[in-house]
């Protein structure tokens, strides 16, 4: 990955934290071709360590919960599985949209 690269998906990050749909839109498909390779290098090892490996065979049995072999999903469950990582992924950006002031609520009045 370039530095330019780096810049371009930092700025996509920042721009998709303060809700702008269409930097999380494409910074899904940025990401996507990535983290495709991912899964299936994951599905391939058919090693599930805790992290994203774990949570790659969460997504797979989620999106196919009668295969008998994740190492033979088919190719557009895998991409599939790739699309709803990157998505949650980016949905994470934005965080709590209620930000660190609904925290307050908690002890006020204690």
């Known amino acids: 990955m370039t530095t330019h690269t780096t810049v371009d ?5 920042w721009r998709a934290r ?6 999380r839109a494409e910074l899904c498909r940025q990401l996507e071709p990535s983290m495709l390779l991912m899964v299936r290098r994951t ?14 065979q969460e997504e797979c049995r989620r999106v196919a919960p009668s295969a ?6 088919p190719a557009y469950l895998t991409a ?11 949905d994470r950006l934005q965080g709590d949209p209620r930000g660190p002031q609904h925290l307050r609520d908690t002890v006020v009045g204690w």
């Open 9 to 13: 998906l930092e700025q996509l990050a």
């Open 18 to 23: 303060q809700g702008d749909s269409g930097a």
């Open 43 to 56: 599905l391939q090892q058919g090693l599930f360590p805790p992290g994203l490996p774990q949570r790659i």
């Open 68 to 73: 008998t072999s994740l190492k033979e999903l």
């Open 80 to 90: 599939q599985v790739a699309r709803n990582l990157c998505s949650r992924l980016v």
